[in-house]
């Protein structure tokens, strides 16, 4: 994990896996349990939308990855927030139960991409790079992810993307994700500005964990 005292804040950054929690044996669900227990923060950052974070368990269930949704019942007396950010066009209000199939501007845009045969020849190119992912993030555990190749194979990752998706249509889907970036960045912020001298942990998919690392380092955070 990162850590870094911003603001005068104890702050630890850990990236997740979602589903690959559930075939990591070296970094499990309970794996990642046990390492936040023993951290004892006073508030977990979950990558979820500040909206949704109060809402029942099926409704949860509907949007977000398990380890997400579950650390309000794992660590009850501990302050649970969201940063997540998923678009403009459900900000301050509830995800409807069709949203993912039939609403989502970035699932459209993904799914345009996914039947372009062209562009999928381009970008196929790039998928050497997510196998070699895929066989740190189901075998490693968090310590040796983080001293892993991971992190430089994600930027490399969406470098490719970057590349071969330059100047088409498709560009929108890294616009859309470049955007989601900066937003959930922002949330955090306003969370560290708002609980000072706080212990607090940030959980982030791995996927996004990069960014806000590099962002801890460079001091963006406040």
């Known amino acids: 994990m990162v850590s870094c005292k911003p603001a005068q804040s104890n702050v630890y950054l850990i990236p997740t ?12 669900y309970d794996s990642l349990r046990k390492i ?7 508030i977990i950052a979950v990558e979820m939308r500040r909206e949704d974070i109060d809402e029942d368990s099926i409704y949860l269930a509907g949007n977000y990855p398990l380890e ?25 209000r509830l995800i409807p139960s069709n949203y993912w ?20 020849n381009k970008i196929s190119t790039c998928d050497t790079f997510t196998r070699e992912r895929l066989t740190l993030l189901q075998t490693l555990s968090l310590h040796e992810l983080l001293s892993s190749k991971d992190s430089l194979l994600t930027v490399r990752y969406y470098q490719c993307l970057e590349d071969m998706l330059k100047g088409s249509v498709h560009e929108r889907v890294l616009t859309f994700y470049t955007l989601r970036n900066e937003e959930m960045l922002q949330n955090i912020n306003k969370i560290i500005r708002e ?11 791995d996927d996004h964990f990069i960014y806000l690392k590099n962002k801890f380092k ?3 955070l406040p």
């Open 68 to 92: 997400m949704r579950m650390m309000k019942y794992w660590f009850p007396e501990t302050k649970v927030v969201g940063f997540d950010w998923l678009g403009t066009d459900i900000e301050g």
């Open 36 to 42: 936040i227990s023993t951290l004892n923060p006073e």
């Open 17 to 28: 896996l979602h589903g690959l929690h559930s075939v990591n044996k070296h970094y499990s």
């Open 195 to 205: 609980n000072k001298k706080k212990r607090i942990v940030i959980l982030t998919g």
């Open 101 to 120: 199939k039939e609403i989502s501007s970035i699932k459209k845009f993904e799914r345009a991409l996914q039947h372009d045969s062209i562009y999928q």
């Open 218 to 220: 460079n001091n963006k």
